[in-house]
């Protein structure tokens, strides 16, 4: 039965089945990279639907007339990206068997429970009161914690590392994502220096050459 799975199907089978079912993924060499672009594109709505569209009494922020994307963009697709990047890379230096489109298809597909639970928290937080608060966290968490659990588990496949080795380059990982996301910033940082440089350069050069 797991041999004749459609691509959808080993998104379900890894969700309810983590032990098991990135073994499995491995061993077929299954996996869809569209779908797990596509899981990030969900995670990235799922985002902008709890920053914007949350319930006003845990979200009143969101209903202001200003919003920004780029801080969502950098939570959900940046922060995904750069895990990406930062485990392979950190995992080739120590002999782990995944390779970098590996690593994206387990990643996204272990964003699902959480992508679930970020829309249901945010859905329930219309219908119910500030004091019913813990069915919005209960969700969440739920949802943030399965999540977790199956990125040990798909790490853990990906690599074919032991599960000490697996939480350790997950831990260093998270580092490498904050060397990445430091550096991306500098360089940014950068970028427009040197535009506001050259900006001001040929705007000094026009005035000259009108006046």
């Not at 230096?93 to 390779?99: Q, T």
């Not at 429970?113 to 739920?142: C, H, K, M, R």
């Not at 599960?163 to 991306?184: E, K, P």
């Amino acid at each position: 039965m797991i041999y004749d799975m459609k691509p959808w199907a080993w998104v379900k089978h890894v969700i309810f089945h983590p032990t098991e079912g990135f073994e499995d993924m491995r061993w077929k060499k299954a996996g869809s990279i569209k779908i797990a672009f596509f899981i990030v594109f969900l995670l990235f709505c799922s985002q902008v639907f709890n920053t914007r569209y949350g319930g006003f009494a845990y979200n009143p922020r969101g209903y202001s007339d200003i919003f920004n994307i780029v801080p969502i963009l950098v939570q959900s697709v940046a922060y995904y990206a750069t895990w990406v990047v930062a485990n392979w890379s950190l995992c080739t230096l120590f002999d782990g068997e995944g390779n970098m489109r590996r690593v994206a298809i387990y990643s996204a597909y272990a964003l699902v429970p959480y992508i679930i639970g970020n829309f249901l928290s945010t859905g329930i937080s219309y219908f119910i009161t500030l004091d019913e608060s813990i069915w919005f966290s209960a969700i969440y968490q739920v949802g943030l914690w399965w999540s977790v659990i199956l990125m040990i588990f798909g790490m853990k496949a990906c690599h074919q590392y032991n599960f000490t080795v697996t939480i350790v380059t997950m831990i260093f990982t998270v580092v490498g994502m904050l060397i990445i996301l430091i550096l991306l910033a500098l360089i940014m940082s950068l970028f427009q220096q040197v535009y506001v440089f050259f900006a001001t350069i040929y705007t000094e050069i026009l005035y000259r050459v009108r006046s």
